[in-house]
């Protein structure tokens, strides 16, 4: 995988091409990522956001996958029961997920779309969830300004397309605190409420999972 030098995969080279295959065929890559969607799955319906509907009520939910790679997160939101709608960049990591698709699973649709410019109506999704992926929607910003405007613009988006009691549950690397508050205003500035987890309370960057619903 290609990465920058602070080891931090490079955005979309580390995902195109041979990269996709390599990523794919990374036992460790996919136990991880699995592994953090069904804790995004747990955080879905924690019980400091308040209620919600019950998880058992998950095979009527419509599920939202943003940058599902090669389906590694969509698989386990499938295995869960969820009706899922998984949406990815690059057009490599997509055509992977598309192959491993089983012709009997109806209820998973991928589709070739950028997170910032969603094909979804309003007021359709139950739950959002995002795995390692929202750490790149403002990769073509040019300065701070422009990452403001994209992060401002995509959690708009994904207000308008949740249902009332829809939730959204983020997981990503924030570097600094600084990155990690612009990303949590740009949700909590556009109709969002919740709070924020930390694998390692004690480091300022690393895995952060955001925990979001509407604000009533």
């Not at 988006?157 to 600094?176: A, C, D, V």
């Amino acid at each position: 995988m290609i990465k920058t030098k602070n080891n931090i995969p490079k955005f979309p080279d580390s995902y195109a091409g041979i990269e996709a295959s390599k990523y794919d065929n990374q036992t460790w890559m996919e136990r991880n990522q699995k592994r953090t969607t069904i804790k995004c799955v747990e955080y879905l319906f924690d019980e400091k956001l308040g209620e919600t509907d019950k998880i058992d009520q998950k095979s009527s939910m419509v599920m939202l996958d943003l940058g599902c790679g090669t389906g590694f997160s969509s698989e386990t939101l499938i295995d869960f029961g969820f009706r899922t709608i998984s949406i990815d960049i690059l057009y490599d990591m997509l055509t992977i997920a598309r192959n491993k698709k089983k012709s009997s699973v109806p209820n998973l649709e991928l589709i070739l779309a950028d997170i910032n410019y969603l094909p979804i109506k309003s007021n359709c999704i139950d739950h959002i969830i995002s795995v390692s992926a929202y750490n790149f929607i403002a990769h073509k910003a040019k300065n701070i300004t422009d990452k403001q405007k994209i992060l401002f613009n995509t959690a708009k988006y994904l207000h308008e397309i949740l249902k009332p009691s829809g939730r959204t549950i983020i997981e990503f690397y924030p570097e600094t605190d600084s990155e990690l508050d612009l990303f949590s205003k740009s949700f909590t500035n556009n109709g969002f409420e919740g709070f924020l987890i930390k694998n390692n309370p004690n480091q300022k960057s690393g895995q952060t999972f955001l925990l979001l619903k509407k604000r009533t």
